[in-house]
């Protein structure tokens, strides 16, 4: 058995960095369709809001990558967080049954009134609160969109900060 330790890479390799030139300057096929789309993007600007496309710069290239990922991971969050939302406003709520109050006279109606006041104060102080009973279904979806959030949010996060590096390093 042959314990050998190989890298297939190019020295400095960043991860999710691609390279859009080669050593010698040219560029590798990558490069070659993201200088096409700028070429197309550019012609179809404004002469004033035209950049210089003669020299193509990968570090630009990287940088909209990371900037168009952002956007897309952006924009899965906030899918989430209306689907979220709208989870909770569709959910079920607690209701109380109307009772009949015509056959009533104001004195049961008071007496009433002042049982439920002290059944209510007497359960917000001791009593334990009962959650409503939620299909298995809807609380599968609650957990998914939980999961979901927090990994869309750590990465649009992470993108940022990425995002923040590059425009330091310039």
């Known amino acids: 058995m042959d314990n050998s330790l190989t890298h297939h890479g190019v020295l400095g390799m960043k991860w999710g960095v691609r390279r859009y030139q080669n050593r010698d300057g040219t560029l590798t096929v990558q490069g070659k369709k993201r200088y096409d789309r ?26 909209e990558d990371m900037e168009r990922s952002k956007r897309t991971i952006d924009a899965g969050a906030d899918l989430v967080r209306e689907v ?29 009134i002042n049982r439920e006041l002290l059944e209510q104060q007497y359960n917000k102080l001791f009593g334990k609160e009962m959650q409503p ?15 979901v959030g927090d990994v869309l949010t ?6 940022a900060i990425a995002l923040a590096i590059k425009e330091l390093k310039g």
Not at 40 to 63: C, E, F, G, M, Q
Not at 94 to 107: N, R, W
Not at 133 to 147: A, C, D
């Open 38 to 63: 700028d070429v197309r993007d550019n012609l179809a600007k404004k002469k004033d809001s035209r950049i210089d496309t003669s020299n193509p710069d990968p570090k630009r290239w990287v940088k």
């Open 84 to 112: 979220k939302k709208l989870e909770r406003e569709s959910s079920p709520k607690v209701t109380k049954p109307k009772m009949d109050l015509s056959k009533m006279t104001d004195k049961e109606m008071r007496e009433q």
């Open 133 to 147: 009973n939620v299909s298995k279904g809807r609380e599968y979806v609650r957990n998914t969109l939980e999961v």
């Open 154 to 159: 750590v990465g649009s996060s992470a993108l």
